[in-house]
């Protein structure tokens, strides 16, 4: 059964430093996403990605986040200079279209020193 | 805005019970979508159910059911003769259907079922 992969599974950095969180959404999906989740608490909206574009993202999507498509399969979500507060599991979705389900990767944990 | 409300922060039972877990939604959409996810402590979201806001038919699947009301904007979740590998958080997520496609969680209910 095709899966969303995520890499690395835990990810350490010191406090401004540059991060870039890696998925490769299922191989059909055309709508891609990246959620956190701070430990303990809800799942948070941050960017939905189509057509080679953000097509929404949430205010916690400030300008030091950024989302790409380097290639045919990779998503990639890079926070430029990365704060105490960035601690949080992420997660990449992926859907067939705009309100299909979506399918989420195992996250990756990151830890912000 | 959209919003969904988990009342039951933590629920513990023992193994064979039932349970069921609450979710209360809010939306001004017509065309809406609810699911639940499991998140076991393993850390992943695992897509467990997703229902169409015109389809208020109720689901099972196995030991798992789903009852949505839309008169109260109510989509419960109940598992039958839990087991404990039911232990686990369970999310229900709100999307819409044009314009926005993220998902509106709730906070989670954290259900342990005990031997």
């Known amino acids: 059964e095709p899966e969303v992969t995520q890499t690395p599974s835990h990810q350490v950095t010191q406090m401004g430093q540059e991060v870039i969180l890696r998925c490769v959404p299922i191989s059909n999906h055309l709508y891609f996403y990246w959620y956190r989740q701070i430990l303990g608490q809800k799942v948070e909206f941050l960017v939905s990605f189509y057509n080679n574009e953000i097509s929404e993202k949430s205010e916690i999507f400030d300008d030091q986040f950024s989302v790409e498509r380097p290639d045919g399969s990779n998503f990639t979500l890079k926070i430029r200079s990365t704060k105490l507060e960035d601690s949080a599991m992420y997660f990449c979705?992926?859907?067939?279209?705009?309100?299909?389900?979506?399918?989420f990767g195992p996250g990756t944990r990151l830890t912000v020193l | 805005a959209q919003k969904v409300t988990q009342a039951q922060t933590e629920i513990s039972v023992v193994e064979k019970e039932d349970v069921t877990l609450d979710c209360v939604y809010e939306?001004?959409?017509?065309?809406?979508?609810l699911f639940w996810y499991k998140q076991p402590p393993s850390g992943e979201l695992v897509f467990l159910i997703r229902r169409n806001s015109f389809d208020e038919q109720n689901e099972i699947s196995g030991r798992y059911s789903w009852n949505f009301q839309k008169s109260t904007s109510s989509f419960n979740f109940t598992i039958t003769a839990s087991q404990v590998v039911d232990s686990a958080v369970y999310f229900c997520a709100l999307g819409s259907q044009g314009g926005s496609e993220k998902l509106v969680f709730g906070k989670g209910t954290k259900l342990t079922v005990n031997p």
């Open positions: 939306t001004r959409d017509t065309t809406y979508y």
């Open positions: 979705a992926s859907s067939l279209a705009g309100g299909d389900t979506q399918y």
